[in-house]
């Protein structure tokens, strides 16, 4: 079964560009989440996706957006970039239901703005 | 503000000997604990996860252990080995999220375990 796959790996952009990174879950997992990792705040929760709307946001700016597809693949945005979007950026998947709290996170895109 | 705290940012323990991540939480709200590791250029695992209704889980060498009345959380490798070498991430899942999957995670804790 494959894992979690995000792409790109890498990515360099200039400030106020705007950047598309891509998550494909596990198959059969419906909600798709993304999170922020700096060394200085950790991992930040950014925004959960489940069929196609998104359940709960972070405290992001509107800058950052997502959406997730009816084949549970997921995008995020982050429009007119700064120099501290620079980080790592992790998707992770997990299946429907309460009771499983595990997500599989796929290895990160990892953005620099420069 | 951390509602999450690894207050330890590195671990170094020697082979065979007992590692001892510790965890501190601020908001009595959160259900579920998990314990993450994360190797470099990879994302995180889940390892093990507790249940606010219970105090102890144990996967293996692997055992959380839950003290609710001080917010604290730990997790004890035991025996520590030289894969284990990795960061460690504290994760904490509010009450009333459902299906959410919001997890609000500490710092981490880079932990060595040397030959």
């Known amino acids: 079964k494959a894992g979690v796959t995000q792409t790109p790996r890498y990515l360099i952009k200039t400030r106020g560009q705007q950047v598309t990174l891509s998550c494909s879950p596990i198959?059969?997992?419906?909600?798709v989440s993304w999170y922020q990792q700096t060394p200085g705040q950790g991992l930040q929760f950014l925004f959960e996706?489940?069929?196609?709307?998104?359940?709960n946001k972070g405290n992001f700016p509107g800058r950052f957006s997502g959406r997730q597809f009816s084949n549970s693949r997921s995008e995020m945005n982050v429009s007119t970039l700064e120099l501290g979007d620079s980080a790592l950026y992790l998707c992770?998947?997990?299946?429907?239901?309460?009771?499983?709290?595990?997500?599989?996170f796929g290895q990160g895109t990892r953005l620099t703005v420069v | 503000d951390q509602q999450v705290k690894q207050n330890s940012p590195s671990l170094s323990v020697q082979e065979g000997r007992i590692s001892i991540l510790n965890c501190d939480y601020t908001n009595s709200m959160f259900d579920y604990f998990l314990w993450y590791k994360k190797y470099p250029a990879e994302g995180p695992t889940f390892l093990i996860s507790?249940?606010?209704i219970k105090d102890k889980n144990e996967d293996g060498r692997f055992t959380v252990f839950l003290n609710k009345s001080a917010k604290h959380l730990s997790l004890h490798i035991v025996p520590s080995q030289p894969g284990d070498s990795a960061v460690y991430f504290c994760?904490?899942?509010?009450?009333?999220?459902?299906?959410?999957?919001?997890?609000?995670w500490g710092l981490g804790t880079s932990l060595a375990v040397n030959p």
């Open positions: 992770a998947s997990s299946p429907a239901g309460t009771a499983n709290t595990e997500a599989f």
């Open positions: 198959s059969g997992h419906r909600s």
């Open positions: 996706y489940f069929s196609e709307t998104q359940r």
């Open positions: 507790i249940s606010s």
């Open positions: 994760a904490a899942r509010p009450f009333n999220a459902g299906n959410n999957r919001k997890l609000i």
